[in-house]
């Protein structure tokens, strides 16, 4: 929810994340939309969300590997974790889960796959393991 009380939901089958405001039945489409896909405008099974103070959607983008960023309004968004295919390497994820971001922009990961929680400061093209990784 943001603080104006609006719900965001992710939809794995449809591949996309509509907000909800008080009293919508059918919510607006905030992330995806475009059926299955890795283009910037699409998503694979998303499955967390996050929202910042600007609006702004982070969606784990479980089936691609990364984390998007949708500004308000936009009709694509930005990769700003992994996005290099799936792997343990500190530029990629591997079925990301739980995203929260700070207030400075950074951007915190369950990297399911790899066992591990990752940080990814505001622009980084890699990230940094801050727990876990090291197997089950």
Do not use: C
């Amino acid at each position: 929810m943001d603080e104006n009380g609006s719900l965001y939901i992710t939809d794995g089958g449809k591949n996309e994340v509509r907000r909800y405001r008080r009293g919508e039945s059918q919510g607006t489409v905030v992330a995806g939309g475009n059926g299955y896909g890795n283009r910037l405008d699409q998503l694979s099974y998303p499955r967390y969300v996050f929202v910042d103070r600007d609006h702004s959607v982070y969606v784990s983008d479980e089936g691609n590997h990364r984390v998007m960023k949708w500004m308000e309004g936009a009709k694509q968004g930005i990769v700003v974790a992994g996005g290099q295919g799936q792997g343990n390497d500190l530029t990629q994820l591997s079925y990301p889960l739980g995203v929260v971001v700070d207030q400075l922009g950074t951007v915190y990961v369950a990297d399911r796959g790899n066992n591990r929680i990752m940080r990814w400061p505001k622009g980084a093209t890699q990230g940094s393991v801050i727990v876990g990784g090291n197997g089950k």
